[in-house]
């Protein structure tokens, strides 16, 4: 058994969701956007996909470096990748690593007839679900004030949402970050939904140490679930301060760098009460699964980030909190159900209690629509 191909498949979709230069998501006037597809193609006849990647590392890199090894190996795989291939780890970016990664996973699943989740050592079946908004905005009929935010938190509950994250206004708004904003914000919501609504904050690093306390003081009046990424995670210092001074759980670290050597770090030093983890920023599954058992073993709390099917996965193994999948982000102008038309169906349905239901098709458990992609395809140079 061996991997004989890594392929990048390149289609076009139509899209309503655009990026400021900060790299915050918003509403958008609908356009072409492109999305890719890496192919792990073996000489079993069973390949392994996952959505993402790109062509011009998996041609130059990735497969010179794979081709020829067995699907099965992800565990060499990875730190070949990683480790061994050291001098080009600013081009094997940790979303590029995960992406190889978790196509490894999704072939041995199709392999074996069976989820990823089952592979790694079944858990449970479903998860509670909490509602990611987008961040605040200037938009008319978007989340432009406190009180857009509280209408909005309304109509999520309305839809089965038990759990809300609240994510506030950020730069390049001129005149964000504004801890006042931001906690009249979190007054707002908790006012419109109550008090038997689960509510978190992530101010995506935006604070200095007086006003991340301030800020979490406020939340932990208004009964907030935890407080995320307050301040720069380059900072462990401030962060340990911070826990101290807190009683409100620190949810951290998303964005710094160091996979799980830097979230071990983390936990040895008190930095945070939950850490958080996910497979595009810890390079797959591979790595993710060691951050559980990390986790596991020094009895600390473990949310993940996003609702990609990899996580979806993970979570379905966890025999530790994630006790939440972050389903978004969400937007009063935008329909998320409808946000993937290369899957048949999307990854991540909640039913009307909260819950969503771990994929158990093989693999990652994505419904391909191939007729989608092949008709929207588009070829896409290597730069060779």
């Given at each position: ?35 890719t597809?890496?192919r ?7 390949d ?15 497969k010179p ?7 099965l ?7 070949y990748?990683y ?57 008319e009929g978007?989340?432009n004030?406190?009180e ?5 938190a ?12 609240l994510h506030?206004?950020f730069?390049p708004?001129k ?5 006042e ?19 978190m904050l992530?101010?995506y690093?935006?604070?200095n ?9 406020e ?29 409100i ?5 998303e ?33 993710l ?6 986790c596991?073993?020094?009895?600390v ?28 982000l ?11 038309p ?5 990854i ?13 098709k ?9 007729s ?13």
């Open positions: 058994m061996k991997i004989v191909d890594v392929e990048t498949i390149t289609f076009k979709y139509k899209s309503r969701i655009g990026f400021d230069i900060a790299g915050h998501a918003h509403p958008a006037e609908e356009h072409t956007a492109y999305q597809l890496t792990i193609v073996t000489d079993e006849g069973i392994g996909y996952c959505f993402g990647g790109d062509k011009r590392i998996n041609e130059r890199i990735i470096a794979i081709v020829g090894m067995n699907p190996d992800r565990e060499r795989i990875w730190q990748l480790r061994d291939l050291q001098g080009s780890r600013q081009l094997i970016s940790s979303e590029q690593l995960a992406v190889i990664d978790m196509a490894l996973w999704d072939f041995a699943g199709r392999y074996f007839n069976a989820p990823v989740c089952k592979l790694l050592g079944g858990y449970r079946d479903k998860v509670k679900a909490y509602a990611s908004t987008m961040v605040g905005d200037e938009i978007g989340l004030s406190p857009a935010y509280a209408e909005f309304e109509d999520l509950v309305k839809s089965g949402y038990k759990a809300i994250k506030t206004w730069p708004i005149w964000a970050p504004n801890p904003m931001d906690m009249a914000a979190c007054r707002a919501v908790r006012e419109a939904v109550g008090d038997d609504v689960t509510l992530d101010c690093h935006c604070y140490r007086e006003e991340a306390l301030r800020i979490g003081r939340i932990e009046n208004l009964n907030f679930y935890w407080l995320e990424e307050p301040m720069d995670e380059n900072n462990i210092s401030a962060y340990i301060w911070l826990a101290d001074k807190l009683e759980p620190i949810l951290a670290p964005t710094a760098e160091g996979k799980i050597w830097v979230r071990l770090n983390w936990i040895l030093n008190g930095a945070a009460d939950i850490i958080r983890g996910g497979v595009m920023r810890m390079g797959g599954i591979t790595p699964m060691k951050l559980v058992h990390i596991e073993a020094f009895g709390r473990l949310e993940l980030h996003g609702a990609h099917p990899g996580n979806l996965q993970v979570l379905g193994a966890m025999g530790i909190p994630g006790e939440y999948v972050e389903r978004g969400l937007h009063p102008l935008l329909d998320y159900e409808s946000r993937t290369w899957l048949k169906e999307i991540d349905p909640m039913d009307s209690e909260g819950y969503v239901y771990i994929p158990q093989p693999g990652l458990g994505m419904e391909i629509n191939w989608f992609i092949e008709e929207n395809r588009v070829e896409v140079d290597d730069g060779k």
